[in-house]
């Protein structure tokens, strides 16, 4: 029985795909900053998936269906 050892893909990042996750993360920030939303509200809706109701009560925002 010949047994050889496997070839392991290497997981580690590399130089450019830390400077393409930095760079995707600086666009997404500069385009999170225009958007005309109260700071965190992305956060609640979509990371801690609140309701639309949950999230205007929770930042003190007047909202109605």
């Known amino acids: 029985m ?3 050892p ?3 893909a290497d997981w580690r990042e590399n130089s450019s795909e830390s400077l393409e996750r930095t ?3 600086e666009a997404l920030q500069r385009a ?3 958007l005309s ?3 965190g509200s992305h956060l609640l ?3 801690q998936n609140y309701s639309t109701a949950e999230t205007a009560k929770i930042l003190g925002i ?3 269906a």
């Open 6 to 8: 496997r070839d392991f």
């Open 62 to 64: 007047l909202w109605s």
């Open 45 to 47: 809706r979509d990371v």
């Open 32 to 34: 999170l900053d225009t």
């Open 37 to 39: 939303l109260p700071r």
């Open 23 to 25: 760079e995707l993360r």
């Open 2 to 4: 010949n047994i050889a």
